[in-house]
């Protein structure tokens, strides 16, 4: 044995043992123990030597994980490490269920058990009576009551306690796995018990379809990766997630603001799996990712809304993967199947504004500005709630208005909202007549009165030089705060800029104006593909902003200018309204 005397040790019956001793600083981050010792019978079995180098393997490992320890150099636990202790996790939990229902010898057969039991006399067959079947049943009721408690606390959204559940398993299977955690990793504990939760549901899902006689068979065990080499994070290969984003982005023409705000998010996906490779990423990543998102605490403290984490997270994702899968760059889009539940909110009121909310701003507009505010803010709060209270149009597509998108066709004062200006949700310009009271109130004069150019915002005064950041939305922004904080419609069940359009849209249905013409003032799509024949002419929308009965507002219009620069743009009659 010359080379391995050192850690063999004979025993008198002529049995032989692999025996290395510990080291004492080592023996802690090795559970205590003193010694690995494993058996390797005699000298003469031919698999004497195969036993010892195994065993040898085995103890330079141990040894090898408690000197890591020792350092604390942690396990990361990435995408690759939570996803092989997840399918460790299944193939045990399998593993156990072939035991627990055949002998070595029976399981071969497994395939064939319908088959054979064909073989037999039906009514010889007491299948109540057999304790194969009462162990069946039993074992169903189990199985059944295991994985509804799993999938409720996926259904909703239980971090915490899917961890409380697991976390022990976890560390149990780490420990298995020579993988050594670091304990303050929180998140990504979080996400490794999300993933044997999901193992957990798959495991008695398969559990069941066995027990209906489906052959579901138990995996073999994954190659170990040793615990070395998982100490690094793997390097970035097979394809950018955020290289494919930023085709998907370019080709589909998204528009700055949309475009640099789901690059966030992508980011933040490639921040939570620990690389940036969309060959990598798998369904359950995406679903721990949202279970992590629909729990953590915003910067406000409360929970993140289940509709953001579907309509901006998620689709974000699922949208630049199914364009890489189209244009070939990846084979399957793994986002394609990852749902966000989304109850269902109470409504406690309309989503437009009362006739007393609608009056109660429009009023405030005509109030004396504050003596150091801008002069296009001044017009900004002047008159788009007016412009918005009679055409139903979006605050930004205001706010964004230039003097050259105000023209007259024929006898026609208009106003264009088009894609030149800024983003236009459906991208398409629209041509919307004013209404006569907004130019009895002196809006087209002050339009005239300005240079060419925004009329609400100064790009001048934009701090940052990012196509995204655009002045006119933080105009609409600074609107819907003033609504809240000044005018004093604090209702959450109402969007302050947004119920413009709402209220727009139930004063049309009371003026009797048709569905499509509505529509084409407001800028919504056609519903179906034959309204997008033809459009309604200008004449039409022009009457039909004409049936919009005039808010009332009794309060004079008081708004003066602050500087001679303002040239009156903001003053009108005091029998405007």
């Not at 670091?182 to 979080?190: A, I, V, Y």
């Not at 925004?454 to 609409?476: A, I, M």
């Not at 969007?495 to 013409?517: C, D, M, Q």
Request: net charge neutral; charged share 30%; aromatic share 6%.
């Amino acid at each position: 044995m010359g080379l391995y005397i050192m850690h063999i040790l004979k025993h008198s019956s002529g049995r032989r043992s692999f025996r290395r001793v510990i080291p004492d600083d080592l023996r802690p981050f090795c559970g205590g123990k003193r010694e690995h010792k494993v058996s390797l019978g005699f000298e003469s079995d031919p698999e004497f030597l195969t036993r010892y180098a195994t065993a040898s393997a085995e103890c330079d490992q141990l040894l090898a994980q408690a000197r890591r320890r020792q350092a604390g150099a942690h396990d990361p636990l990435d995408h690759l490490l939570i996803a092989r202790l997840a399918e460790i996790y299944y193939r045990q939990a399998m593993e156990d269920d072939d035991e627990a229902r055949f002998s070595p010898e029976e399981r071969s057969l497994f395939a064939n058990v319908r088959d054979r039991a064909q073989e037999h006399d039906a009514g010889a067959l007491n299948w109540r009576g057999d304790p194969r079947r009462r162990w069946a049943d039993k074992n169903r009721e189990t199985t059944e009551g295991m994985l509804s408690v799993y999938r409720d606390r996926r259904a909703i959204g239980d971090v915490d306690g899917i961890v409380e559940l697991w976390e022990d398993e976890a560390q149990l299977l780490a420990e298995v796995d020579d993988a050594f955690l670091d304990p303050n990793d929180h998140k990504g504990m979080q996400r490794l018990c999300l993933a044997l939760n999901d193992a957990a549901i798959k495991a008695c899902q398969d559990k069941l379809r066995r027990l209906d006689g489906d052959e579901i068979l138990t995996p073999s065990e994954p190659e170990r990766q040793p615990g070395p080499a998982r100490q690094k994070s793997q390097p970035n290969e097979g394809v950018s997630l955020l290289d494919i984003y930023d085709r998907y982005a370019l080709a589909k023409g998204l528009t700055p603001g949309v475009r640099d705000e789901w690059r966030r998010y992508i980011k933040r996906l490639v921040e939570f799996v620990g690389h940036d490779d969309a060959t990598r990423i798998s369904s359950d990543d995406l679903r721990a990712w949202r279970d992590v998102l629909l729990q953590e605490p915003t910067k406000r403290g409360a929970r993140r809304d289940p509709s953001t984490v579907r309509d901006k997270y998620i689709t974000s994702v699922r949208a630049a993967l199914g364009w890489a899968v189209q244009e070939r760059a990846l084979s399957t889009n793994v986002a394609a199947d990852v749902v966000v539940d989304v109850p269902k909110k109470a409504r406690l009121r309309d989503p437009d504004f009362t006739a007393a909310e609608a009056e109660a701003i429009l009023k405030a507009s005509l109030m004396s500005p504050a003596a150091k505010m801008s002069d296009c803010y001044v017009r900004a709060r002047r008159w788009i709630p007016w412009l918005c209270a009679y055409t139903g149009a979006r605050v930004n597509e205001f706010s964004q208005l230039r003097r050259e998108d105000v023209k007259q066709i024929g006898d026609i004062w208009t106003v264009r909202i088009t894609p030149e200006a800024g983003r236009v949700k459906t991208n398409e310009a629209r041509i919307v007549p004013i209404h006569e009271h907004l130019i009895e109130q002196g809006f087209v004069a002050m339009v005239l009165s300005q240079p060419e150019g925004p009329l609400f915002y100064e790009p001048g005064r934009q701090r940052v030089d990012v196509e995204s950041n655009r002045h006119f939305k933080k105009v609409g922004e600074r609107l819907a705060k003033w609504v809240r904080d000044e005018v004093g419609i604090t209702d959450k069940g109402i969007k302050p800029n947004h119920a413009w359009r709402h209220t727009f849209k139930s004063l049309s249905y009371t003026a009797g104006i048709e569905e499509r013409v509505a529509d084409a003032i407001q800028g919504h799509a056609p519903a179906t593909t034959g309204r997008r024949y033809g459009k309604p002419p200008l004449v039409a929308l022009a009457e039909a902003i004409g049936k919009i009965p005039r808010f009332n507002v009794d309060t004079p219009i008081v708004v003066t200018s602050t500087s001679s620069e303002r040239s009156g743009s903001c003053e009108a009659p005091a029998n405007a309204v």
